[in-house]
């Protein structure tokens, strides 16, 4: 997991040959006039979701993982907390293939981390994470889905 500011973005460029792509994408387009939806950006290697989630509690929030995908979360219009556990603290649990995910239901996440709009959470397929954890009913965010 990466927590940082969009403006260091770049520093992790080299981390994953299509993060060049997502930095770009960043500088050309501005995410909070976006339409909301699946914009792709490199077919279904690269791809980011503009999306209004439900703000949730912790409790509520649900640890997952992803195989195929590494998420770059961003929020737009107001904090976000993320619950995490390292994937290999986790119970093995059915895995989705069609929609690269697995989902840990109730189990509480090890700890949190707050990103404000202007910063971005980086979850690689190691990082068990539990997004749109807020206090405001709905949280505007940006979600790139980069192939691992």
Do not use: W
Request: charged residues 25%; negative net charge.
């Amino acid at each position: 997991m990466i927590i940082d500011t969009l403006d260091q973005l770049s520093q992790y460029a080299s981390l994953n040959p299509l993060f060049p792509k997502v930095i770009d994408f960043l500088k050309e387009n501005d995410l909070n006039k976006l339409e909301p939806g699946k914009h792709e950006i490199a077919g279904k290697d690269l791809f980011v979701n503009i999306t209004t989630a439900k703000g949730k509690t912790p409790d509520a929030a649900v640890l997952e993982t992803h195989r195929e995908m590494i998420d770059i979360q961003i929020p737009l219009s107001g904090d976000e907390t993320y619950g995490y556990t390292p994937a290999v603290n986790l119970p093995e649990l059915t895995y989705n293939a069609e929609k690269d995910i697995t989902k840990f239901g109730d189990l509480p996440a090890e700890s949190y981390v707050t990103c404000h709009p202007g910063m971005f959470a980086i979850f690689f397929p190691q990082d068990g994470h539990a997004p749109c954890i807020s206090f405001e009913p709905e949280i505007k965010k940006a979600i790139f889905k980069v192939k691992f």
